[in-house]
């Protein structure tokens, strides 16, 4: 699910983390239960906001045993300078969208269950 490409905001981030949870293993979701609308995004577990526009900028959900596929929906995180989700149970493939994410320079997606290719628009990015 990719929104429409402009504007990008704060709910949009929200929106798509919301959506990337959704395709967490329902089994592991408790994990990120700080995911919810009476708690401010850029308080929930594992999620980095700037301090200028409140946009995500990291993503950190190394070693949570999360399951599922990898949403999407993480291509509309348009600030995310690093993504870390190594050392989880993750399948599928890496979304293509993700190359959409032009200032991202970090991308943990270690010890997964990932199959296919890296998205051709991860040039500048350090990929692990």
């Known amino acids: 699910m990719l929104l429409e490409a402009f504007p990008f905001s704060y709910e949009t981030d929200r929106k798509s983390l919301l ?5 967490v293993s329902e089994s592991k979701r ?15 577990k594992g999620v980095t906001c700037g301090h200028k526009h409140k946009r995500v900028i990291d993503l950190n959900l190394a070693g949570l045993q999360l399951g599922g596929v990898i949403s999407p929906s993480i291509g509309n995180l348009s600030f995310l300078i690093s993504l870390d989700l190594s050392n989880n149970a993750f399948g599928g493939t890496i979304p293509h969208e993700v190359g ?12 997964n269950a990932l199959s296919g290719e890296i998205p051709i628009g991860l040039f500048n990015c350090s990929i692990d």
């Open 30 to 44: 408790d994990v990120l239960s700080s995911w919810n609308n009476s708690v401010s995004m850029c308080n929930w």
């Open 100 to 111: 959409n994410l032009f200032r991202l320079l970090l991308l943990s997606v270690s010890s």
């Open 19 to 23: 959506a990337f949870k959704s395709q």
